[in-house]
């Protein structure tokens, strides 16, 4: 709900209440964000700024002052929502709006309205300095305890306006006494968790990579320093948004604390002609005052209605098979078949060929762009593969890697300048490619067109559509903005052609984990690290911004092929099928008992994924502190949970671990299908389960609790 009384905004979510007013001078003056204030005096904040020097002609320093929308240069010198680079500017209410649903952004995903149940205050501020209008937009959903920001400049000039920054949100808050937590990594180790004491200073939390990126994933909370699982005042602040990022986080001089999260104004610059609009990313704001857990099950419930979208929105997600690490690039369609064949009868729904069927593409050094099939190795082309595979009765699933080319390619050699680079530079190589210039119509339309004609062409359900590099040798400053609008656009379009298909994110396994690629694609590969101790980092630290159904996650070889290390098969698959599962090894050379155990994984996977993919999330046990990762999801009406814990190294001769469950119903008693055992729920939940793992290091403990 929004209320507007007295100059004051009053917005309600569920357990959430966002206040903020007009002053007398037109400034938006900032009130309260945080749990929901349920009844109000007169005057919700008293005025509380003072000042003993340089006051603004219109008697405020704005210093002083909780800002929904600041700029820097007169009355405040802190860092600026927006800039004009060196033009002074000065945002006053102009009027505003308050409308039922959410407007789409220009050329940028956002999250939708798909509970009907959102309004939408739009508050014009004008720059009379400049002649410039800012909008700035704040949804509200009744059901949910997220808020989404966005914010449009106009310029009403004659002249050109040149926008320095332009960032989705600010919030000041009135205190300091806050740590934050935010999910920095690297390849093969996406979205750890990094906790640090809010300081005096300015901390960016930001990526300039070109991507949103493996090294910083764009999602921030603020806390109180004590929050846990499941106490404490949790902020979460998420850009819906695949390009370079900024979250910043600036205490002042008298302990207060301006957070602003957006595009990173490091490289960006964008130029406005009269009447031309800029619509920054949308940012969401999260609430929970029950601490990370609180947090993370509003965060992934908002995701999973209103930012995934599309036919798989709510479907159970299909268990596939990967040919990647089963035969990387040397495969012939004999290979192809003979593991799709033996992945049917195993119960598997969808084999994925990976990369390499393309041009001459033998190994990582040529063919990206070349996006027709290899006739020696697939005698039958893509559409004899795909029907063979589908005939069997398994559908068919397709790599690609849209935005790139290889130097050595006949779409590089036809259209060299259809790469990025930059002033005469020879463009950078990475992984032996470069990546396409996605601001070109031309480039964005072949793009469409060569990857469209083959999935209409034959029977493919699933793409995986991967991006493996940064981008260098951006031409101009901005460029990064322009790219990731025409990637938007590129992507709309191909997702839109065939809305049926499965479309899988991927970037060098999670380097574009993101909101805005979400908006297109229900999942993402979470990691290239596929060894389940590993993983059990980074599923964890991912869950505390994305929901399970949001994350690929496949059992591999043993020895992995990357740490080497040999957990059993039933640790492999107990970590993967906590996400959409899958199998990423050659299974034809595996022992029967090895295929055995699949079959019985598969099974187990087709009963409980519905319940993985779309229960609710509770962190039970950190491995980022200890020695044990545990987590546990339960569905809506509590009848069915399911519990993995992980042990990494064994002790001697120490006590059972005890995990308390949580999310279960209060007095009910429930059955663990995997023992038959019997558990009071509030047995599990207060004292806790002993768990007993079996011998040795690498091994999980797993319950199926179907409530009696
Ligand atoms: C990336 C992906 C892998 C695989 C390879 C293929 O690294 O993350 O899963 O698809 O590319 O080249």
Known sequence: MIIFRDNYFFLEGLDISYIFRIDKAGYLVHCYMGKKIKAYPTHIVPERFYCWHSWGEDGVKLDEIAQEAPTYGHTDLRKPLISFGEKISVLKYKCHEIYKGKKPLDALPASLDALSDAQTLEITLYDSLNNVEVKLFYTVFESMNTIARHVEVIN???????????????????????????????????????????????LDINNARGGSGHFMNPHVCLH??????????????????????????????????????????????????KDEKFTSPENLITFSHEGFGGMSRFLHKFIRTNIVRGYWKEKPRPILINNWEATYMNFNEEKILSIASLAKDLGIELFVLDDGWFGKRNNDNCSLGDWYVNYDKLPSGIEGLAKKVTDMGIKFGLWFEPEMVSPD?????AH?????????????????????DLTKKEVQDYVIESVVSILKKAKISYVKWDYNRYITDMPRQ????????????????????????????????????DLGILCYMPQVWTS??????????????????????TMGSHVTASPNHYTGRKPSMKT?????????????????????????????????????RSLVQYGNFYRLSDPFTGNIGAWQIVNDDKSESFFCATRVMFKSNVYFPIIKLDGLEEGALYRDEYTGNVYSADELMYRGAFIEFPHGDFVTFTMLLKKI
């Not at 390619?409 to 050699?413: A, N, P, V």
């Not at 656009?489 to 991927?506: D, S």
């Not at 690290?529 to 505390?544: A, C, K």
Request: proline share 5%.
């Open 156 to 202: 009403r000039a004659e002249g050109e306006l040149t926008l320095d920054s332009c960032y989705s949100m600010c919030i000041d808050f009135e205190h300091s006494d806050f740590s934050e937590t935010h999910f920095p990594g690297r390849w093969g180790f996406e979205r750890e968790k990094v906790t640090n004491p809010v300081v005096r200073g300015t």
């Open 224 to 273: 109180s320093p004590d929050a846990n699982e499941k106490s404490g005042d949790v902020y979460s602040f998420m850009l819906v948004y695949s390009g370079n990022h900024s979250t910043v986080i600036d205490t002042d001089q008298r302990m207060r604390t301006r957070v602003m999260q957006g595009i990173n104004p490091f490289g960006f610059k964008w130029s406005l002609k």
């Open 409 to 413: 390619s006949d779409l590089y050699r």
């Open 416 to 436: 060299p300048d259809w790469a990025i680079h930059a002033h005469g530079l020879k463009p950078a190589e990475s992984r032996n490619q470069l990546v396409l």
């Open 478 to 513: 901005g460029f990064n903005h322009e790219y990731t609008l025409g990637m938007y656009h590129v992507t709309k379009c191909i997702t839109e052609a065939v809305p049926e298909v499965l479309f899988e994110g991927c970037s060098g396994g999670g380097g574009r984990f």
């Open 528 to 549: 290239d690290n596929t060894d389940p101790i590993e993983r059990l980092y980074i599923q964890y630290g991912t869950s505390f911004g994305y929901p399970t159904s």
């Open 572 to 608: 492999r698959g107990d970590i993967a099928i906590s996400g959409n599962f899958g199998y990423e090894l050659d299974i034809t050379t595996l022992p029967q008992s090895d295929l055995d155990a699949i079959k019985k994984q598969v099974e187990e996977c087709k009963k409980i």
